[in-house]
């Protein structure tokens, strides 16, 4: 069987309609070494926002910080939403205020859920995760296991004990490879994806090295078989243009602002008083794409694909930039 389409391709911020609203952690478990999952709830017991698997919410933090953790839960339970979180020690202190300030009963504001990562139709699907990038993946495998797809998972980690959501891929049995590290060694992904099948789609997440080394592999495939959601950014290319300023015009709101080269689309819409939709800052969350009504985009993101990229009709207005002299968004 064929599995069916659960979400609709992400849809451009000046389109979207985003509301915060503040939930308590109803429950929270250490799912393996380092990670902890929190299942979030309506503090009045409403229900929750309805979501397909590849989403992910925004945690607004007290201290500031916008975090994007992917739903990992029941798409099928309206009450609760489940995220797991790894503690980063080297990180920028979201994750550590999740592990050290989020208890049960604590309240917390997010924003979403929003999906740049679903699961598309295909006869097949190969899924490829790598640590805490199972989150993810977890609800894309039992919702192609639901359809009757056919199905494999590869899933590395460090360690056993670092690999969280051990016992719920356990029923899957041989469909689920489970190859820790320090047991097997680097995943083999050149055996686990093989030669290009047609109806076949590889779904990715997990650290860059995994990432590169999946897009190194299907890149013998058809254009588009490869999904991938990233952690953080891509490095720009060592042959990027440098930065130069340029015109926006925001229609929406009536703004022509000059962009200069120190400063992003975002930063000045924001100094103009634009309400804008952000979180990462980075170009990997999608929250600040905008459609493109004239002009040629600069993008310098880490989520568009290839496709996306060339028909320049949105941008990730936190880190792209512009061709030309002008640009014309529908913000």
């Given at each position: 069987m064929t599995s069916q389409p659960l979400q609709a391709p992400r849809v451009p911020q000046s389109v979207q309609r985003e509301d915060e609203a503040t939930l308590v952690v109803g429950s929270r478990v250490d799912a393996a070494d380092g990670v902890v999952s929190l299942v979030l709830r309506h503090p009045e017991g409403d229900p929750l926002p309805v979501w397909a698997p590849g989403a992910h919410i925004d945690l607004l933090l007290d201290n500031g910080l916008v975090r994007q953790y992917s739903l990992c839960g029941d798409p099928a339970d309206r009450g609760a939403w489940q995220i797991a979180v790894l503690r980063a020690p080297e990180g920028r202190?979201?994750?550590?205020?999740?592990?050290?300030?989020?208890?049960?009963?604590?309240?917390?504001?997010?924003?979403?859920?929003?999906?740049?990562?679903?699961?598309?139709?295909?006869?097949r699907h190969l899924f490829v995760a790598g640590g805490v990038g199972i989150t993810v993946i977890l609800a894309m495998v039992e919702a192609a296991e639901a359809a009757g797809a056919d199905w494999r998972l590869l899933y590395g980690g460090r360690t056993r004990g670092s690999m969280a959501f051990l016992d719920r891929l356990a029923p899957y049995g041989d469909r689920v490879m489970i190859r820790p590290q320090d047991e097997y060694g680097l995943l083999d992904?050149?055996?686990?994806?093989?030669?290009?099948?047609?109806?076949?789609?590889?779904?990715?997440c997990g650290p860059e090295p995994l990432l590169r080394a999946a897009q190194e592999q299907c890149a013998s495939w058809p254009s588009g078989t490869l999904g991938i959601e990233r952690f953080a950014p891509v490095a720009p290319s060592a042959g990027a243009a440098?930065?130069?300023?340029?015109?926006?015009?925001?229609?929406?709101?009536?703004?022509?602002?000059?962009?200069?080269?120190?400063?992003?689309v975002l930063d000045v819409a924001e100094e103009a008083g634009v309400p804008v939709l952000f979180s990462c800052?980075?170009?990997?969350?999608?929250?600040?794409?905008?459609?493109?009504?004239?002009?040629?985009?600069?993008?310098?993101?880490?989520?568009?694909?290839?496709?996306?990229?060339?028909?320049?009709?949105?941008?990730?207005?936190?880190?792209?930039?512009?061709?030309?002299?002008?640009?014309?968004?529908?913000?």
């Amino acid at each position: 069987m064929t599995s069916q389409p659960l979400q609709a391709p992400r849809v451009p911020q000046s389109v979207q309609r985003e509301d915060e609203a503040t939930l308590v952690v109803g429950s929270r478990v250490d799912a393996a070494d380092g990670v902890v999952s929190l299942v979030l709830r309506h503090p009045e017991g409403d229900p929750l926002p309805v979501w397909a698997p590849g989403a992910h919410i925004d945690l607004l933090l007290d201290n500031g910080l916008v975090r994007q953790y992917s739903l990992c839960g029941d798409p099928a339970d309206r009450g609760a939403w489940q995220i797991a979180v790894l503690r980063a020690p080297e990180g920028r202190g979201g994750s550590s205020y999740v592990h050290d300030r989020l208890r049960e009963g604590s309240a917390v504001r997010v924003r979403g859920p929003r999906n740049n990562f679903p699961l598309r139709p295909a006869e097949r699907h190969l899924f490829v995760a790598g640590g805490v990038g199972i989150t993810v993946i977890l609800a894309m495998v039992e919702a192609a296991e639901a359809a009757g797809a056919d199905w494999r998972l590869l899933y590395g980690g460090r360690t056993r004990g670092s690999m969280a959501f051990l016992d719920r891929l356990a029923p899957y049995g041989d469909r689920v490879m489970i190859r820790p590290q320090d047991e097997y060694g680097l995943l083999d992904l050149a055996a686990f994806v093989g030669s290009p099948r047609a109806g076949t789609l590889v779904h990715a997440c997990g650290p860059e090295p995994l990432l590169r080394a999946a897009q190194e592999q299907c890149a013998s495939w058809p254009s588009g078989t490869l999904g991938i959601e990233r952690f953080a950014p891509v490095a720009p290319s060592a042959g990027a243009a440098p930065a130069e300023a340029f015109e926006v015009v925001l229609t929406r709101s009536g703004h022509t602002l000059t962009v200069p080269p120190d400063r992003s689309v975002l930063d000045v819409a924001e100094e103009a008083g634009v309400p804008v939709l952000f979180s990462c800052r980075e170009g990997t969350c999608g929250t600040c794409e905008t459609d493109v009504l004239e002009g040629t985009p600069d993008h310098r993101d880490s989520l568009l694909d290839e496709d996306e990229r060339a028909a320049g009709e949105t941008m990730l207005i936190c880190v792209s930039r512009s061709c030309g002299p002008r640009l014309v968004l529908d913000l």
